[in-house]
């Protein structure tokens, strides 16, 4: 522990960590811009610098740009990233009587003290469901790729077909290069680029920098007015304080949960918290028209989401939304391999990345409460400058992660694809899945078959968290799609 | 997007069933319950395909296309078209020349186009241009070593 304070407690980790919490707050006031993109765009940046500081940067986005979509949520209605939706229906109709500062304060507030209270759940869990994990063993890995996996249908949006093609589309690309068990080559054409696999990275720019880039050139049409701004009040009183006390420790704890579930982002967090915080409020009549409590709960579980989505990372290697997704990618690049491993060769990191966490919800506090005058003119930015800075990043940092122009046609590809795959209403999100979990899935299975006496499936069954995984992986793609049917019959005898 | 939409779902069969054929050339599993390499592939291709059919069936059979009505183009005007078609098209251009042509000169041309298509003013695109390939120039080749 000491070993990581002192690691973190750098000038240099602090400057990394303060360049990302600007442009973290840029990313998320400009609507259109997410976390994701952020993070994807700046990976290969940060693939020169010490892990700490390259971490310390990306944590710092992650959690800046979070908080900061609420920000153009309460000036102009337009949700900054998607997790801030729930955060307009209040914070905007707290604009329109005049109090934007308050709004902007709450945001800023139980933000940071959400992403606080999951960080705290982060440091008291992660030890010990590591230590549970350590004792996994192939058939159990094989497990928990599945269990992840299922969690396709749950990102999958409006249709599950969609999602599903997405997924496996994921997975077989996760195929391309050696096979993991006999070293073929599969599906590599001669050409020695793709023994190693595509690189997941360059997918990842391609699919949520330029993509998302492309896609708002395409149908950019309408431009928000946005004025300066006398914002007033920042601090809610104790009444107020006391009002949202309730709602922000049952969206604390609500947000880190669904944090913790693989492919579950802050945007469902926060529309869950909403929802139950309104059912249990005396004032839900209030909520959606300007109501403390709802704007408290939508900003507690934007950034509550995040300690969750890493208990998860750092302890299973299971990605809890597609930031960390990422971040998977970035730990990897550092010669880390998160999951339990993690907890036994590189302990001093995981605590170096629970400081930077707590070190980052405070800067978000700081930042929020102080720059609260500013944020109406970061809107002011053009957004043709940041698409074509958001291009340049993407072909320079797709080339600088191996020095190599074939992720950079890698990164195009996806890119182009991206915006087709927007148009058609494919997600997106059960890709990202597949794409990490897929060589997990496989490499275990086929290791534990190797394992079993008869090379048979009934190995796995006379394992007991093998068994428990695969029930609830089962229950996850089975509920989603009884739930829809169920749905269906009620709209339909309606 | 009903049209569209199929096409996609017809266009991904055809490089399923492509690669499909290929597994066939990859050698068996021996002593892995007859895994080899070609198993999880072959069993992924099956599921795309028979996914992209449910796909195409529910446009089809069901009539139940997301957002109805919706064209694949709507909400693109010719201005849009052209200028994604710029950007795309300088950016590739961008890419060829990479490692041939000196990368803050390639650069600057290729923001700059991008600018100006974009509809921004001649002497704040030129400048923006300059400062940012100067900048991650800067920041790649000079901090990071990268052979830009």
């Known amino acids: 522990m000491i070993d990581a304070l002192m690691q973190v407690l750098q000038p240099s980790v602090f400057m990394y960590m303060i360049i990302g919490v600007i442009l973290g707050v840029f990313i998320g006031a400009l609507p259109g811009l997410t976390a994701t993109m952020g993070v994807a765009i700046l990976v290969p940046l940060t693939f020169w610098l010490q892990p700490q500081e390259g971490l310390a940067m990306l944590i710092a986005i992650y959690c800046s740009s979070i908080f900061a979509g609420g920000i153009p949520a309460i000036l102009i209605n337009a949700p900054g990233t998607p997790a801030s939706m729930a955060t307009a229906w209040d914070g905007y109709e707290l604009n329109k009587k005049g109090q934007t500062g308050l709004a902007l304060g709450i945001n800023a507030i139980y933000s940071a003290l959400g992403g606080l209270v999951s960080t705290i759940f982060l440091l008291v869990a992660a030890f010990p469901i590591s230590r549970v994990a350590l004792s996994f063993g192939p058939p159990e890995y094989f497990a928990l790729a599945i269990f992840g996996l299922s969690m396709m249908i749950s990102v999958s949006g409006k249709s599950i077909a969609k999602g599903m093609i997405m997924g496996f589309i994921g997975l077989f690309i996760a195929t391309i290069g050696l096979d993991p068990i006999l070293s073929y080559p599969r599906f590599t054409f001669d050409n020695p680029n793709l023994l190693d696999g595509i690189s997941f990275i360059p997918i990842m720019i391609g699919l949520f920098g330029l993509g998302e880039v492309l896609s708002q050139i395409l149908e950019s049409n309408k431009k928000e007015k946005v004025k300066k701004i006398k914002v007033g009040r920042i601090i809610p009183n104790k009444q107020e304080r006391k009002q949202m006390r309730k709602p922000f420790w049952f969206s604390s704890a609500l947000s880190t949960i669904i944090g913790a579930i693989p492919g579950a982002g802050g945007d469902i967090a926060s529309l869950i918290s909403w929802e139950q915080s309104k059912r249990f409020s005396k004032k839900k009549k209030e909520f959606g028209k300007g109501s403390l409590e709802g704007l408290a709960a939508s900003s507690t579980a934007n950034n509550a989401v995040i300690g969750g989505a890493f208990t998860t990372m750092l302890t299973l290697g299971l990605p809890g939304d597609s930031v960390t997704a990422i971040l998977i990618g970035a730990l990897m690049m550092y010669g880390m391999q998160p999951g339990p491993v993690l907890f036994t060769d590189h302990v001093d990191f995981v605590y170096v990345i629970i400081i930077l966490l707590f070190i980052a919800n405070l800067i978000v506090l700081f930042v929020g409460l102080a720059g609260a005058n500013l944020f109406s003119r970061i809107m002011l930015v053009k957004r043709e400058f940041i698409w074509v800075a958001v291009i340049l990043f993407s072909i320079v940092g797709a080339y600088a992660l191996n020095n190599s122009y074939f992720d950079v046609w890698v990164m195009v590809v996806s890119g182009i694809i991206g915006v087709i795959l927007r148009k058609l209403d494919f997600p997106l999100g059960p890709l990202i899945l597949a794409l990490i979990l897929g060589p997990m899935a496989e490499s275990n299975l086929r290791r534990s078959l190797s394992m079993s006496l008869d090379g048979t499936a009934a190995y796995f069954f006379s394992r007991p968290i093998t068994v428990t995984l695969l029930s609830l992986a089962i229950l996850s793609l089975v509920f989603p799609v009884i739930k829809n049917v169920i749905k269906k019959y009620k709209t339909k005898n309606s | ?148």
């Open chain 2, 1 to 148: 997007m009903k049209k569209a939409n199929v096409l996609f779902d017809i266009v991904v069969i055809t490089i399923s069933l492509f690669f499909f054929s290929k597994t066939f050339s990859f050698p068996e599993g021996i002593g892995q319950g007859g895994i080899g390499p070609a198993f999880f592939p072959k069993i992924i291709l099956v599921t795309i395909i028979f996914f992209c059919l449910i796909d195409i069936l529910k446009v089809i059979l069901l009539n139940k296309v997301q957002e109805e009505g919706r064209h694949f183009f709507e909400g693109i005007t010719r201005h849009h078209a052209i200028s994604f078609c710029v950007v795309v098209g300088s950016m590739i251009l961008m890419i060829f020349f990479l490692g041939k042509l000196p990368f803050i000169l390639i650069s600057i041309i290729m923001l700059f186009i991008q600018f100006i298509v974009l509809k921004l003013k001649v002497l704040t695109s030129l400048v923006t241009a300059v400062i940012l390939s100067i900048s991650v120039y800067l920041i790649f080749v000079k901090g990071f070593s990268v052979l830009l």
